[in-house]
């Protein structure tokens, strides 16, 4: 498996020239991953039709949102394949994931999701979760307690997440 990486838009997309398209006929493939702010990155794959007069470019197709993909050339078959994170990743796979694809974890972008990501995990794994029944219909009242001790833990996580992120952003200053 080798890594592909500066493939982020059509033009720097990584080309395949010879692509089956249809039973007969072939083709050319480019990938490239795209980023889009508040969202994360999804692969790209776009071909060219070979049926019409100039073998214009499709509509690009798209993969779901991920904080980080990879494009990934499989050297034995010579396909493209591509791999992500998972944003619920375990600190165990984020580190695998780093181990296994060490150019697209160098770039900045990534690095700091990737340290988002491990901060994420440490704060959500010193939490325990519990959840009790109620008889009855609740209360308006404890509705809206219930709602204020909600996002009361939600401030509380996040402001976790955001000290173990600083700690790790320190980390690879030294």
Do not use: C
């Not at 990879?70 to 984020?94: F, I, K, M, R, W």
Request: aromatic share 8%; no cysteine.
């Amino acid at each position: 498996m080798k890594e592909l990486t500066g493939h982020t838009s059509p033009d720097t997309a990584y080309l395949v020239p010879d692509y089956p398209y249809g039973f007969t006929l072939r083709t050319e493939i480019r990938y490239w991953i795209e980023t889009k702010k508040g969202h994360g990155q999804r692969t790209m794959s776009q071909t060219r039709n070979p049926k019409k007069p100039g073998q214009p470019w499709n509509k690009p197709k798209a993969s779901t949102y991920n904080p980080v993909r990879v494009l990934v050339l499989n050297e034995e078959n010579g396909h493209v394949e591509h791999d992500a994170l998972s944003p619920y990743a375990t600190e165990a796979q984020l580190d695998a994931f780093v181990a296994k694809y060490p150019e697209t974890s160098k770039d900045e972008r990534n690095r700091k999701q990737i340290h988002f990501l491990i901060a994420s995990a440490r704060v959500q794994s010193r939490i325990t979760y519990t959840v009790t029944s109620q008889s009855g219909t609740p209360t308006p009242e404890e509705i809206a307690a219930q709602k204020q001790r909600t996002s009361e833990t939600h401030a509380t996580i996040r402001k976790a997440t955001l000290i173990e992120y600083a700690k790790l952003q320190n980390e690879t200053k030294e």
